[in-house]
């Protein structure tokens, strides 16, 4: 029998977004979340004995700040290496030749695949040959699996690879390839990197991706670790997710439509909040609080965000082990306007001219000149990441536009003495 662990983009030293920022958010829990979940990965390859592990890319998250990074990565193969542990990586995007300018000589139980041309392992003693290639620069367009070898019928096959496939949502498409390119090279086990949500693409042949193991922003929820494979008399009888994250990610949603009074709002979201703590298997959980439904409270709401959020940031502070990220106030009326718009009065003029409001990023830069003079000053990586100072996108500008729009209308309402 064969055991091995398959894991991808661990983006050792990453930071999580989205918590550090507030005083009461468990900064050193957070800025440590990603060695917290590799120790939980090197703890599990030995407590299972497997006989290699396979990191397919992005084990690190671009250049090191200092060494620390790879004193901290070698300290724990060395820990595989006195356990007798086998170690494969192939570099990813983020930690292509060219985006790591730092390096460190890696144990002897480490292979890290060569960015030139694919290679070709053999384990002669467990019947397996790896055959990986790593990214020699971050954006790789050409296909790597291409020329990766056909299989080699005496041994059990596993191909190492980076890729995007055909693409997968929120990833750039890097090393693409299809599934019947991959099934072509006769392999028993295909170990992919890139995408950060756990996939099994196809079981005939195996194709995985599983997911990264730690998530780091509140578009990585649920459960996140590694993937365990049992092989035996050559053919896979087993593939396990075992989970390693240390803080989880959660969007937990409220519907108020049967909300009277604040009292019954903050009675819902705290038993949202306890729901959600139910499901996280005993960690720490970072919630995005998502406020729903018909809401009778609908313009008191909207009138009062930021008490409101703060208010429900004190709900979380009294769980032990919930952190509020964000709250998103999407609640509706229960009086629609067009009831309103029916009404002869001047409130019905001034919601009619609100509906209209047309925005988009050039208005915006344009009625609010001191918008674009900051955005100049600001640093480049404030303008990227998954929440930048200022999207222009349609998609972000119409969800702003509409937050605009519902904000005045509730002021509206509510001083107009309707709901």
């Known amino acids: 029998m064969v055991k091995f662990i398959h894991t991808a983009d661990i983006h050792l030293d990453s930071p999580l977004e989205g918590l550090e920022a507030h005083q009461d958010a468990p900064v050193d829990e957070i800025r440590g979340a990603t060695r917290r979940a590799f120790d939980n990965l090197i703890d599990l390859t030995i407590e299972e004995e497997v006989d290699f592990i396979l990191i397919a890319g992005d084990l690190y998250d671009g250049d090191w700040k200092d060494y620390n990074t790879g004193l901290f990565f070698a300290a724990r193969m060395g820990r595989l290496s006195r356990a ?15 985006q790591i300018t730092k390096a460190m000589p890696l144990p002897d139980n480490v292979t890290l695949f060569s960015p030139r041309t694919p290679q070709s392992v053999r384990l002669d003693d467990v019947g ?52 019947t390119e991959l099934a072509s090279k006769g392999y028993d086990y295909w170990a992919l990197g890139h995408a950060h949500k756990r996939e099994i693409v196809s079981k005939d042949p195996w194709i995985v991706f599983p997911g990264n193991i730690q998530g780091r922003h509140i578009r990585e929820t649920g459960a996140k670790g590694a993937t365990l494979v049992t092989v035996g008399d050559g053919r896979i009888t087993e593939v396990e997710e075992r989970e390693l994250d240390v803080l989880r990610w959660a ?3 409220v519907d108020l439509s049967q909300c009277e009074t604040f009292d019954s709002v903050y009675d819902a979201v705290r038993q949202g909040f306890e729901q959600e703590l139910g499901r996280a298997d005993g960690k720490t959980l970072a919630l995005r609080l998502v406020l729903t439904g018909q809401c009778p409270v609908h313009a008191q709401l909207h009138d009062r965000t930021t008490q409101c959020t703060e208010e429900f940031r004190g709900i979380a502070a009294g769980f032990s082990d919930v952190w509020l990220e964000k709250v998103k106030f999407q609640t509706t009326r229960k009086v629609s306007l067009e009831e ?8 019905a003029g001034l919601l009619q001219s609100i509906q209209h409001i047309e925005l988009d990023g050039d208005t915006l830069l344009g009625l609010v000149p001191e918008l674009s003079a900051l955005k100049s000053k600001l640093p480049a990586e404030i303008h990227s990441g998954d929440e930048p100072f200022f999207d222009p996108s349609p998609d972000k500008i119409a969800e702003f536009r509409a937050e605009v729009q519902e904000l005045l209308i509730a002021k509206l309402l509510q001083h107009g003495g309707a709901r």
Request: aromatic letters at 10%; one cysteine or more.
């Open 84 to 98: 007798g542990i086998k170690v494969f990586i192939v570099s990813g995007n983020h930690d292509a030749a060219s």
């Open 128 to 179: 397996v040959i790896i055959h990986g290639q790593s990214y020699s620069f971050r954006a790789v367009t050409e296909n790597l699996a291409s020329q990766y070898p056909a299989h080699d019928a005496n041994y059990f096959n596993i191909g190492l690879l980076h890729t995007s496939l055909t693409g997968r949502e929120g990833h750039e498409i890097y090393a693409p390839c299809t599934l």
């Open 251 to 253: 969007i937990c949603r």
């Open 340 to 347: 309103i718009f029916g009404e002869d009065t001047p409130i």
